[in-house]
T-cell receptor, first 112, second 116 residues
């Protein structure tokens, strides 16, 4: 398989802090990127996406930054809340291909 | 948003039996569905891509005779784990893409398979 993570890194923050979750993607031909949130025992939930012709996109409390030069993607969560605690995955889609490849996830733990 | 439903959400079976997992798009027609497998504390690994009315495309290392995928209609894809063994125990997740092929995938809630 592709991009299978062996261990999940963990980011621990306090409620109200801003969180930054990073992802290094693998394919320079990828043109579409998505961040997903996965809670325990559930399927991934779409958070925000970005296409390769952009370097920043903002949503409600979330911002995604794309740096194509170093193949790096980040997710910023403002005013993190306990309900944001979950595993976050970035995913990439190569232009012209149907499939989405997931990166190694990051576990976000938010303390009250 | 669009809804994708998986059934069953969890199943326990004996080694050697076959298990079928269903993935349904409830409010849209899905020309393409994807099946993922996820082990504990790991990422989602794509198993196969299924297009309605044609054979599934399996990822390298995934046994097509072991994991049978059928996508007979625009709203239903099934994954059958044949002759299941304990190492097949995992969380299986499907996703679906609509006919507009906008890029966004809608994920099911996953099905946890435990093989005794």
């Amino acid at each position: 398989g592709e991009s299978v993570g062996l261990h999940l890194p963990t980011l621990s923050v306090q409620e109200g802090d801003n969180s930054i979750i990073n992802c290094a993607y693998s394919n320079s031909a990828s043109d579409y990127f998505i961040w997903y949130k996965q809670e325990s025992g559930k399927g991934p939930q779409f958070i925000i996406d970005i296409r390769s012709n952009m370097d920043k996109r903002q949503g409600q409390r979330v911002t995604v930054l794309l740096n194509k030069t170093v193949k790096h993607l980040s997710l910023q969560i403002a005013a993190t809340q306990p309900g944001d605690s979950a595993v976050y995955f970035c995913a990439e889609n190569k232009a012209g291909f149907q499939k989405l490849v997931f990166g190694t996830g990051t576990r976000l733990l938010v303390s009250p | 948003g669009a809804v994708v439903s998986q059934h069953p959400s969890w199943v326990i079976c004996k080694s050697g039996t076959s298990v079928k997992i269903e993935c349904r798009s409830l409010d849209f027609q899905a020309t393409t569905m994807f099946w993922y497998r996820q082990f504990p504390k790991q990422s989602l690994m794509l198993m196969a891509t299924s297009n309605e009315g044609s054979k599934a495309t399996y990822e390298q290392g995934v046994e097509k005779d072991k994991f049978l995928i059928n996508h007979a209609s625009l709203t239903l894809s099934t994954l059958t784990v044949t002759s299941a063994h304990p190492e097949d125990s995992s969380f299986y997740i499907c996703s679906a893409r609509g006919q507009q092929n906008t890029g966004e995938l809608f994920f099911g809630e996953g099905s946890r398979l435990t093989v005794l």
